[in-house]
């Protein structure tokens, strides 16, 4: 079947419009998504340099031989960005939903179908998010807010070089203000519809010309969307936010050659539970048997008729809670003119709880409530150098993590029931099921050691070729243990994986403004347990890692002085793709295998345009197209066929925004941004169910801002997913419903004011 084919039978004429006028923009050459600094007219904005550290090296974006989008401050506001999950939004080919826990903490990264979305502590993701360089190991708290952010990058494809294990789909850089050279403070505030509240306060100083200091703290609060209607005194409405964070970093240069930058950073989340309803299978049974016993499941009539409602009569479950804290230090040293030492240390912490009502009713059937904990270390040596036409950077990597997942009390029909009697209140569950029993508890354990050492060189051969590669060393210990209900005993296990991962690329400058690329990418994914073993010891088995070749060639550059762009067309083979199958029909909970499925292609295009239709206006466009699916199956692999795409990566992704600028008589700058989003059906699971297909979304937003001649201040009206689409988050069939996670991202008007002050 042809792409147009697929197009016209996929979308509405309005969504069909909509990706017909991104893929005709896309005829002249794709988008940077960046802004970096003011400016007063949309050619000065295109006209400027990007720089970025995708390969912890700066260089122009127009020169890095990998597809990488940068998303600046000023582009942040324009699209009323306000946490990672809204990042997702805007880059081709990456989508980012939140499932775990319900907890809205929690962030599940996808880039070109590879991702993970589950967040035990046993799993690890197939994105990597970094913070100001430091590697963040869970995907719980890693839908961080961004205040006051330099930028974050995005790059897509396998990252197994400079940034190792768990990016095989990709890395996302988040990317401070760093300390010094701006000596101002600001303060920010929004009120908006459906009880929203923010603050934002940020100040960064030259304290003495050798000691500077940054320093941010943020608060934000928005009302639920939804009632626990079976709870007297519910802890959160559903859907409820409620964040504090803060931020401080020192630098301190000791010369002008030795610097040392310590920063220490903290979030508390008091928040409902993620919208949660059921949805019944047509024709799906009412009860089942095992041996003689009959157990009642769900009937449509105990459901709140508020899909936004929850049913549960489990206090406490329809609230969640994650708290983080982390601290890093990175000194810097030019050793010489042409040699520099960097070394960076970190230790971070976190907390949270959440978990679900699975049926969403007043029946105890399907209730697992969760907490869970991880603290981990790391310190990364680099010594990078530049020597006439070559530069290069090398290092050695360690990352310890200690972590633990647990639930209880919690029951799953008919194994695990509160009173452990049958229906009829008197046989004992236990009389009819072996392991059957009261309230369910269990708990699951990892400590993680990584070792890593790399090297990437950049050489060139003319004023036009550069070319490139890298070799990564990564080795992974894994020592686990767990105990679930169907264990005999705790279950203790070890596992090592280890991987050499390499890059080769090539660019070419065509003309002055005008660049080409090729690159071949080897990624890695360790290797890890199942998250949810209910089955028994026996299903408490290591998977083996995962790699990936990727195969992508680009173009990146200016054309005149009114458009820029990007584009990358890529392949990538998968082996032993570790994919996840829930069944919850099956050993007494809800079982999760992950099993290594074999073999896996992903490929297709990403474009991103910038083009100045006038000096005052100025439109973004991003296009991204996967076809991806699963190509050959090992023997025994449940849950999954051969054609089946991967969980959570949609065929389409289309993002456009135009931006106006209006200087008026008095100096005074109106900007008006509208935006638009569009992410194309994808299945919950890697498995084709079409209980589990999660429908096409489409999200639009706007902001416009008033900035007085002086621009020491600006008040906005902004609009974030006006026409208040749901959408799904993910869907999990189960027996005889499917459970949806719903969008909380509902429509939401406000004002918001920021004001800047110079400190001198």
């Not at 600046?72 to 775990?100: A, F, M, W």
């Not at 479950?317 to 030492?341: F, R, V």
């Not at 054609?643 to 135009?658: H, K, Y």
Request: with cysteine.
């Amino acid at each position: 079947m042809s792409i147009h084919s697929l197009t016209l039978r996929t979308f509405s004429p309005a969504r069909l419009s909509a990706i017909t006028l991104a893929v005709a923009s896309s005829l002249f050459p794709a988008q940077v998504f960046a802004q970096a600094g003011e400016t007063t007219s949309a050619q000065d904005e295109a006209v400027e340099k990007i720089m970025v550290t995708a390969r912890k090296r700066t260089e122009s974006i127009f020169e890095t031989p990998t597809a990488v989008s940068s998303i600046g401050e000023g582009l942040i506001e324009d699209t009323n960005v306000t946490n990672l999950d809204d990042i997702g939004k805007y880059v081709p080919n990456l989508n980012i939903s939140r499932y775990g826990g319900g907890n809205s903490g929690h962030a599940a990264v996808f880039i070109r179908g590879i991702g993970l979305q589950d967040h035990v502590i046993t799993t690890d993701p197939g994105v990597g998010v970094y913070l100001d360089g430091v590697y963040l190991g869970r995907q719980m708290g890693a839908n961080m807010s961004l205040p006051n952010i330099e930028r974050v990058e995005v790059l897509r494809g396998p990252q197994g070089t400079l940034y190792g294990r768990n990016t095989l789909g990709g890395a996302v850089n988040i990317i401070t203000k760093a300390p010094g050279s701006q000596d101002i403070a600001s303060v920010a505030a929004k009120v908006g519809s459906r009880g929203r509240l923010a603050t934002d306060l940020y100040i960064n100083s030259d304290i003495t010309d050798e000691f500077s200091v940054s320093a941010t703290g943020s608060f934000k609060q928005r009302n639920g969307v939804g009632t626990a209607v079976n709870l007297e005194n519910p802890e959160r409405e559903i859907g409820e936010e409620e964040e504090y964070s803060g931020r401080i970093a020192a630098k301190y240069d000791f010369t002008s050659d030795f610097s040392v930058t310590v920063a220490a950073d903290f979030v508390e989340n008091e928040a409902g539970q993620s919208p949660y309803n059921v949805e019944f299978i047509p024709g799906g049974p009412t009860e089942f048997s095992i041996d003689d016993g009959e157990f009642y499941l769900l009937n449509p009539s105990l459901i709140p008729d508020n899909p936004d409602d929850l049913g549960t009569t489990v206090p406490g479950i329809e609230s969640t809670s994650y708290s983080g804290w982390g601290t890093a230090l990175t000194a810097q040293w030019a050793a010489t003119n042409n040699l520099d030492l960097k070394f960076i240390a970190s230790k971070r912490s976190s907390e949270y709880e959440g978990g679900l009502d699975d049926d969403g009713s007043p029946l105890n059937l399907s209730e697992f409530p969760e907490t869970g904990s991880a603290d981990q270390t790391s310190f990364e040596l680099q010594l990078n150098g530049t020597f006439d036409d070559y530069d290069f950077v090398s290092g050695l990597y360690y990352f310890t993590e200690e972590g633990t997942t647990a639930s209880g009390p919690w029951t799953f029909s008919p194994f695990n029931v509160p009173d452990g009697l049958l229906n009829d209140g008197v046989t004992p569950v236990t009389e009819v099921c072996d392991f059957c029993g009261d309230y369910g508890f269990f708990d699951i354990n990892q400590e993680t050691k990584a070792y890593a050492a790399y090297v990437n060189v950049s050489y060139s051969l003319t004023e036009k070729l550069d070319i490139g590669g890298g070799l990564r060393y990564s080795r992974d210990e894994k020592d686990a243990d767990a105990l679930f209900p169907s264990f005999a005993e705790r279950a203790v296990r070890s596992a090592d994986f280890s991987e050499v991962t390499w890059d080769v690329n090539a660019g070419y400058t065509l003309t002055d403004q005008l660049n080409m690329y090729l690159a071949v990418q080897k990624g890695y994914q360790t290797g890890g347990f199942p998250p949810r073993p209910f089955g028994g010891a026996d299903q408490f088995v290591s998977f083996d890692e995962t790699t990936a070749i990727n195969y992508e060639f680009g173009f990146k550059g200016e054309v005149g002085e009114h458009v820029s762009f990007m584009t990358a067309f890529f392949l990538t083979d998968y082996t032993d793709l570790a994919l996840p199958f829930s069944d919850p029909q099956a050993g007494g909970g809800f079982v999760t295998i992950v099993e290594n499925a074999g073999e896996s292609r992903s490929q297709g295009v990403e474009l991103e345009l910038t083009v100045d239709v006038t000096d005052d206006f100025v439109v973004r466009s991003t296009f991204g197209y996967l076809d991806a699916e699963i190509t050959e199956l090992d023997e025994g692999v449940q849950g999954v066929g051969e054609g089946d795409a991967p969980a959570l990566s949609p065929r389409w992704t289309v993002m456009i925004a135009p931006t106006w600028y209006s200087e008026l008589d008095n100096g005074a700058l109106v900007t008006v941004s509208v935006d638009y989003s569009f992410r194309d059906e994808m299945q919950g699971q890697s498995v084709y169910n079409p209980y589990e297909t999660i429908d096409a979304r489409e999200l639009v937003g706007f902001n416009v801002s008033y900035e007085p001649a002086a621009g020491d201040w600006s008040v906005s009206l902004y609009g974030k997913n006006v026409f208040d689409e749901v959408y799904d988050q993910g869907r999990l069939a189960q027996n005889g419903y499917v459970g949806v996670v719903r969008s909380n991202d509902r429509s939401e008007f406000g004002l918001r004011f920021k004001k800047s002050f110079d400190l001198y």
